[in-house]
């Protein structure tokens, strides 16, 4: 069972770089987001869908592309890497909205990415 | 401005003691409130959910409470484990798939 999956764990880019943060779950969750997270800072939503082909900016969009072409991957592209962007990013998913009553958010185990 | 406040931000218990994590909030509409649990290098994981009509909520050792009249909600925890070693996060749900996250109490139980 193993939920949301989130590769690769580690990764360092430098300024300018592109890559992409891979995240697949097997729940069939209809809901998919993409968090970062910085230091002594409360998670900020990136991206969010709400099924296959549909996906929306969050509260910190700029520097990022997503697509959700199937139920199961959501992958997160990072375009012109910036040191502003060094972060850990979270992937979730979940049956409903996260915000209703009983739809808890399943999270991944994160991406550490730092960018010099 | 939706925002979430937790305190202390971190906190050092023995082991076998309890303790108790502060959320203020000042969100509009509320929904929900839920408490999660992330350990080290691991994503976020619910512990309890509570509704304005629910005042109190327990997973094992954790307690939560909710005052939805002075925005408040605390998280207990009895019997300190090392396990329980971790942050701890406050998630105000103001409905229509939007969250505000607190930045977390940081919990380590030493033996």
């Known amino acids: 069972n193993a939920g949301v999956t989130q590769t690769p764990k580690f990764r360092i880019l430098k300024i300018g770089q592109s890559m992409t943060l891979q995240c697949t779950q097997d729940m069939n969750h209809n809901y998919m987001y993409w968090y970062r997270q910085d230091p002594g800072m409360g998670l900020k939503l990136i991206y969010y869908?709400?099924?296959?082909?549909?996906?929306d900016k969050g509260e910190v969009p700029n520097g990022y592309n997503v697509s959700r072409s199937t139920t199961e991957d959501f992958p997160l592209r990072l375009e012109l890497a910036a040191p502003s962007q060094t972060s850990v990013y979270f992937c979730?998913?979940?049956?409903?909205?996260?915000?209703?009553?009983?739809?808890?958010?399943?999270f991944g185990n994160g991406t550490r990415l730092t960018v010099t | 401005k939706n925002q979430v406040e937790q305190s202390p931000q971190s906190l050092i218990i023995l082991e076998g003691k309890n303790c108790t994590l502060q959320?203020?909030?000042?969100?509009?509409?509320?929904?929900?409130l839920r408490w999660y649990k992330q350990d080290t290098g691991r994503g976020p994981v619910s512990l309890t959910i509570?509704?304005?009509?629910?005042n109190t909520k327990s997973n094992g050792r954790y307690t939560a409470t909710l005052d939805a009249d002075t925005k408040q909600s605390s998280l207990h925890i009895t019997a300190s484990q090392l396990s329980d070693s971790a942050s701890y996060i406050c998630v105000v749900s103001l409905g229509n798939n939007r969250l505000a996250f607190g930045k977390g109490n940081q919990v380590v139980v030493i033996p």
């Open positions: 979730a998913s979940s049956y409903e909205a996260g915000s209703s009553y009983n739809s808890p958010l399943h």
């Open positions: 869908s709400v099924g296959a082909g549909i996906t």
């Open positions: 959320c203020n909030y000042t969100v509009s509409p509320f929904s929900n």
């Open positions: 509570m509704t304005f009509s629910e």
